[in-house]
């Protein structure tokens, strides 16, 4: 038997609840999202490219949010010591490229492992924490609000593209 990506029963966001649980609920809906992008799809199809000569597969999107979720919440918001999940040294897309034997199964589990560390991670953080992130030449003070806002930003930045990618493969199309 063919393996391929479990259905999930996806989150809906909460609507009437506090900045934090409202913040966290659209979060969850989006993560959901792209793991609903790639139910009932097998390891070859996770590896369809969007269009050449673009890179883009739904397996490397999963890659690069785990890692991000790993970036953002565990590495700068938490300052945790931890590596990233890729090697970027010599490919900065390394979460998106070398995915031909890549275990699809193993980074959908590593998805929700970085999921539950980053959820751990921040949960006694008040949304006014502050870490100080580098970008080129200008430091910035970052608080974990704007780490929420912009996971919610990149996920569905991201699920745009896993709409685009999943309809390519199967025609499948949906919210």
């Given at each position: 038997?063919?393996?391929?990506?479990?259905?999930?029963?996806?989150?809906?966001?909460?609507?009437?609840?506090?900045?934090?649980?409202?913040?966290?609920?659209?979060?969850?809906?989006?993560?959901?999202?792209?793991?609903?992008?790639?139910?009932?799809?097998?390891?070859?199809?996770?590896?369809?490219?969007?269009?050449?000569?673009?890179?883009?597969?739904?397996?490397?999107?999963?890659?690069?949010?785990?890692?991000?979720?790993?970036?953002?919440?565990?590495?700068?918001?938490?300052?945790?010591?931890?590596?990233?999940?890729?090697?970027?040294?010599?490919?900065?897309?390394?979460?998106?490229?070398?995915?031909?034997?890549?275990?699809?199964?193993?980074?959908?589990?590593?998805?929700?492992?970085?999921?539950?560390?980053?959820?751990?991670?921040?949960?006694?953080?008040?949304?006014?924490?502050?870490?100080h992130h580098r970008r080129g030449?200008?430091?910035h003070e970052i608080s974990l609000?704007?780490?929420?806002?912009?996971?919610?930003?990149?996920?569905?930045?991201?699920?745009?593209?896993?709409?685009?990618?999943?309809?390519?493969?199967?025609?499948?199309?949906?919210?």
């Open positions: 038997m063919t393996w391929t990506v479990p259905e999930i029963d996806r989150r809906h966001e909460p609507y009437v609840a506090d900045e934090r649980t409202m913040l966290e609920g659209w979060l969850d809906h989006h993560r959901d999202t792209l793991v609903h992008k790639c139910a009932g799809l097998t390891a070859e199809q996770l590896r369809t490219r969007s269009v050449e000569p673009s890179g883009l597969t739904l397996l490397g999107l999963v890659r690069h949010m785990a890692d991000v979720e790993r970036w953002w919440f565990r590495i700068r918001a938490a300052g945790q010591d931890v590596p990233t999940l890729y090697d970027y040294s010599t490919d900065p897309d390394a979460d998106h490229n070398d995915i031909a034997d890549a275990d699809p199964a193993e980074a959908l589990a590593t998805l929700r492992a970085e999921i539950e560390a980053a959820r751990e991670a921040v949960t006694g953080l008040p949304l006014e924490h502050t870490f030449d200008t430091t609000r704007w780490v929420y806002v912009h996971m919610i930003e990149e996920y569905a930045r991201h699920n745009g593209h896993a709409d685009l990618i999943r309809e390519r493969i199967d025609g499948v199309t949906g919210a």
